[in-house]
């Protein structure tokens, strides 16, 4: 998906504000330039857990998702997951579409209506029961494995009764995970709360034993190291902002070359920066 088109508005989004809000399936970006992609990584002998369907925006939107994935299973034995907010899975087609991956990471923020569209923002034909409903439908039609995030945002969604609507939501939907997320990295608008690690484990706790937290607290996993580029770095950045660890981690290579390659990019006037909580994060410009 380009940037950004995108069914929801949400206020921790850290790809940016949604300047196409939308619920029209079309054909966003060529699946043919992605499949080319693809296929010179796979030449060039990437290694990877998944192949991960994601994008500026929301990815179920793109009408040929399932022909892509489809032909994505032709070129590669890797697995495949896909990241979306899950409000399309009300509607058949895209249930079908999506239950050709091996993962699916849906998102549920809210249990409630208010908090809903405090935190989404949704499209004017999406509400909390319809992105609950296709939650439900989707876990009876699709076999692999679904892992569920809950973006936290301290003061909004973080009561007792809040987080108790969206534990019965979740043993409505019985996904195989549920994955805790907060604002670590820039978010669009000013102001978003940050858990703490503790508050984070201590509602994984209240929501059962299924929960995780996959908030990224700088924690450094060390890569393969592979042959890296700017461009590479700068692709990197225009998905999310990332920190020079990030980078590191991500793309298998040293703190130090992940700074050079920064620097180059910085020159070349494609990438700024934005303080969170004391932590540089380097983003790609937009771009018209």
């Known amino acids: 998906m380009p940037h950004k088109a995108c069914t929801l ?18 054909e966003y970006v060529s699946i043919k330039a992605v499949l ?3 296929k010179q990584r796979l030449a060039e002998g990437l290694q990877a857990d998944y192949i991960t369907i994601s994008g500026s925006g929301e990815p179920t939107l793109n009408s040929r998702l399932g022909e892509l994935i489809d ?31 091996d993962v699916v990471l849906p998102s549920l923020d809210a249990g409630t209506k208010d908090v809903f569209h405090r935190i989404n923002r949704p ?17 009876k039609e699709y076999s692999g494995q679904i892992w569920l995030e809950v973006f936290l945002v301290e003061g909004v969604n973080t009561d007792g009764a809040q987080v108790g609507a969206i534990k019965e939501a979740i043993e409505k939907i019985q996904p195989d995970k549920v994955q805790l ?25 209240q ?40 980078i590191s981690a991500g793309l298998g290579i040293s703190g130090e070359e992940a700074l050079e390659f920064i620097q180059v990019l910085q020159r070349q006037g494609v990438v700024s920066y934005e303080e969170k909580g004391g932590v540089r994060f380097f983003k790609a410009k937009e771009t018209l």
Do not use: W
């Open 207 to 246: 929501l059962g034993n299924k929960a995780e937290v996959i908030a990224d607290f700088a924690q450094v996993v060390g890569g393969k190291h592979v042959r890296t580029q700017a461009e590479d770095v700068l692709a990197m950045l225009k998905r999310r902002p990332c920190t020079i660890e990030n």
């Open 71 to 101: 032909r994505i299973r032709q070129i590669t034995k890797i697995p495949i997951a896909i990241i979306t907010n899950g409000t399309l899975l009300y509607r058949q087609d895209v249930r079908a579409d999506c239950a050709k991956a």
């Open 36 to 38: 080319d992609e693809l």
């Open 123 to 139: 499209h004017k034909n999406i509400s909390i029961e319809k992105l609950i409903s296709g939650l439900c439908k989707f876990r």
């Open 181 to 205: 997320n907060t604002a670590v990295r820039p978010t669009v608008e000013r102001g978003v709360g940050r858990l703490d690690e503790q508050k984070l484990r201590e509602i994984a706790i």
């Open 9 to 26: 508005n949400c206020i921790y989004c850290q790809v940016g504000r949604t300047n196409k809000l939308t619920i029209r399936r079309k």
